[in-house]
């Protein structure tokens, strides 16, 4: 029986911890992301794509609905994980550019790959999930992250909404968010890099790094996958790790 199971970011940081946790466990894997993936295997499928780009889109789910045609799959999921923190700066020195690349990645693909998922497997009997990745940043206002924190608020909505929707259906997929913490990735690398005149709350990320307070990737990775193990998840909720 097949577990498949879709990764984007997964080139490192949570979403490669995510991968690795999974591919131990025999699953089969699409993973996604623009660089080099390093977990190969024979039921490791990878796809460089810049998610960004609505021509990847339609790769990605053209790779995924080739791997569906199989009639042994036990269940599939969709682990919205890719993500980038920038532009960080105030929304006054924000361009088109940086707004239009910063939304296609956190938001719109997020969208697009969970509407491709579940037009592709709606007819499925088996269970089918999807794990938008989220943010506290969603629901605090950050001062230079204007971007991340509408595109997050916009990824935990759109999950509110489909899982509305979902539970209208007979064979409803699991739709949740989750908000991981504070992990030490690439993503809090680029967070210290900032100027604090650009992230003026840059100290208190300068400080939960300097007194390791950051969750190691492989830990916050073996929690979120336990999160999605739990039977008592609320179609569409908000969840994070922190309550
Ligand atoms: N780190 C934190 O403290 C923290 C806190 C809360 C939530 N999160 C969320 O956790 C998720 C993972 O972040 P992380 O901390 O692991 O960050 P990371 O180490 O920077 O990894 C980000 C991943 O996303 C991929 N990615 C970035 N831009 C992409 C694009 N245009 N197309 C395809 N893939 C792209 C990257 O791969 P390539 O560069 O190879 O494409 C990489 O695999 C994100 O959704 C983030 O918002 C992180």
Redesign the pocket.
């Known amino acids: 029986m097949i577990d498949l199971c879709v990764i ?10 995510m991968a690795k946790i999974l591919h131990a466990q025999g699953k089969t894997l699409l993973l ?6 390093s977990i190969a295997g024979p039921n490791v499928f990878t796809c460089e ?5 609505i021509e ?1 889109i339609a790769t990605v789910m053209q790779m995924f609905e080739q791997l569906l045609d199989v009639n042994n799959l036990r269940s599939v999921s969709l682990l ?6 920038e532009p960080i700066t105030f929304a006054e020195k924000c361009s088109a550019t940086d707004t239009f ?1 910063a939304i ?3 938001l719109s ?1 997020v969208i697009q790959l969970s509407c491709g998922f579940l037009e592709r497997t709606n007819n499925l009997a088996c269970p089918r999930k999807i794990l938008n ?5 969603a629901t605090s206002a950050y001062r230079g992250w204007s971007h ?1 924190c509408a595109a ?1 608020a916009g990824v935990d909505h759109f999950t509110r909404c489909v899982g509305e929707e979902q539970k209208l259906h007979r064979n409803p997929a699991l739709i949740v968010s989750f ?13 210290r890099d900032t100027s604090v005149t650009d992230f003026p709350d840059l100290a208190r990320f300068v400080e939960l790094k300097r007194q390791g307070n ?2 190691s ?1 492989d830990v ?1 990775a073996k929690q979120t996958l336990q999160f999605l193990q739990r039977d008592d998840l609320d179609n569409g909720q908000k969840y994070d790790i922190r309550y």
């Open positions: 984007t970011g997964a080139s490192r940081g949570l979403g490669y911890e996604i992301a623009r660089g080099e993936i794509a810049d998610l960004s780009k990847a919205n994980n890719a993500g980038a923190v690349n296609s990645l956190n693909a990745i989220s943010s506290g940043a991340y997050k908000a991981p913490g504070v992990i030490d990735t690439q993503m809090q690398n680029t967070i950051l969750v990737a916050a």
